[in-house]
């Protein structure tokens, strides 16, 4: 593990931001750094995630961007556990099973690119993060925090990132095929980066990290590397 103790210098609590596209690897790395930080983890996503579910259980129509981003400004979402064991709660309720649904998925790839929503929820995450943490998303780097201490920026070829979709959604829906996988990471691709409020993109200083072909254990290995020198510095 790192000790934080390199990170002394600084007046206030780390923040690393992890940006990228879906399929990315944001997930799993930004666990594997929060283990060896030490530091809190948060998934932006399953908090898009739990207003999305919140709009399915309230039976309002997703592409009504008033009344959904009213809802996201009235409903309680929290989140809990540690990197391995992410807990999402909406309304008190621990829902971390359900945000993970193939219906949950499809509207929350809607929901967030209603601006009130992403405002709800970008002041909610710099709540959280107050004490420092490691936090992806699509608009860390640019928007949430965008003086976070180290800002990633993870890519990979499409395909590579619809494969690796493909494998999560396979434990929820074993009939899931590369295909529709592809195509919705196409479509969610799209969303993001022409949405008008906080596209996705890379922020100007963000270290960008192409994973494409390379293991998951050398992709941490630079991440973790690289936090060793900018905390030394």
């Not at 000790?3 to 940006?19: E, V, Y």
């Not at 207003?51 to 809802?71: F, R, Y």
């Not at 359900?98 to 009130?116: G, L």
């Not at 963000?206 to 254990?217: E, F, L």
Request: hydrophobic share 40%; with cysteine; aromatic share 4%.
């Amino acid at each position: 593990m790192i000790s934080s103790g390199c990170f002394s210098k600084m007046t206030r609590p780390l923040i690393i931001a992890i940006d990228g596209p879906s399929g990315s690897g944001k997930s799993t790395l930004g666990r594997m750094l929060a283990r060896e930080l030490g530091l809190l983890y948060i998934d932006t996503g399953s908090m898009y995630r739990a207003v999305a579910l919140a709009v399915i259980e309230s039976t309002m129509n997703e592409h009504d961007d008033v009344a959904v981003g009213d809802l996201a400004e009235r409903i309680e979402i929290d989140l809990g556990g540690d990197p391995d064991s992410l807990r999402v709660f909406l309304d008190g309720r621990d829902v971390s099973a359900r945000v993970r649904d193939e219906d949950v998925t499809q509207i929350s790839s809607i929901v967030s690119t209603i601006p009130a929503v992403r405002r709800a929820m970008v002041e909610r995450q710099r709540e959280l993060g107050k004490r420092g943490a490691i936090m992806n998303g699509r608009d860390i780097g640019t928007v949430v925090f965008p003086k976070a201490d180290i800002k990633f920026y993870l890519d990979a070829a499409i395909e590579e990132r619809a494969e690796r979709r493909l494998a999560e959604e396979r434990e929820h829906n074993p009939e899931a095929t590369f295909e529709q996988t592809l195509a919705d990471i196409t479509e969610r691709d799209r969303r993001d980066t022409t949405r008008v409020d906080s596209p996705l993109r890379a922020a100007d200083d963000a270290i960008v990290i192409d994973s494409t072909g390379q293991s998951v254990s050398e992709v941490i290995q630079r991440m973790v590397k690289i936090v060793r020198e900018r905390g030394a510095s």
